[in-house]
Nanobody
C-alpha cells in the first residue's frame, strides 16, 4: 500500500500564490506519474497538472503559465506552485500517485481564492 498526503492549501486573495506539497510513502517500488487534480463544488474532478518520472509535464489550459508542477524523486514528493490565483481556481486539490499500475489518492486539500 502507498499512502499519499497533501499539504499547503488555504485561503488567498486573487492574484496571490500558494504552494501545494504531496508526499508518497509506504510500499513504493516505482512511481510513474504524480499529479494534481481538483474538484469544485458541483463539478467533476479534473486534471490540473501531471509529471512523469522522466520530468515530462502536462497542464490543463486554464493554468498554463500560472501553475508549475515539479517533483523530487528521492523524496517521492510532488509540488504544485500556483501563482496569479483566480477565484475559479477554488476547489479541493487532490494528489494522485501512480505506483506501477495502481493509482493512489490523497485526502485532498482545500484551496480558496477570494475576489
Amino acid at each position: 500500500q502507498v499512502q499519499v498526503v497533501e499539504s499547503g492549501g488555504g485561503l488567498v486573495q486573487a492574484g496571490g500564490s500558494l504552494r501545494l506539497s504531496c508526499a508518497a510513502s509506504g510500499s513504493i517500488f516505482s512511481i510513474n506519474a504524480m499529479g494534481w487534480y481538483r474538484q469544485a463544488p458541483g463539478k467533476q474532478r479534473e486534471l490540473v497538472a501531471i509529471i512523469t518520472s522522466g520530468g515530462t509535464t502536462t497542464y490543463r489550459d486554464s493554468v498554463k503559465g500560472r501553475f508549475t508542477i515539479s517533483r523530487d524523486n528521492a523524496k517521492n514528493t510532488v509540488y504544485l506552485q500556483m501563482n496569479s490565483l483566480k477565484p475559479e481556481d477554488t476547489a479541493i486539490y487532490y494528489c494522485a500517485v501512480t505506483e506501477r499500475l495502481t493509482n493512489y489518492w490523497g485526502q485532498g486539500t482545500q484551496v480558496t481564492v477570494s475576489s
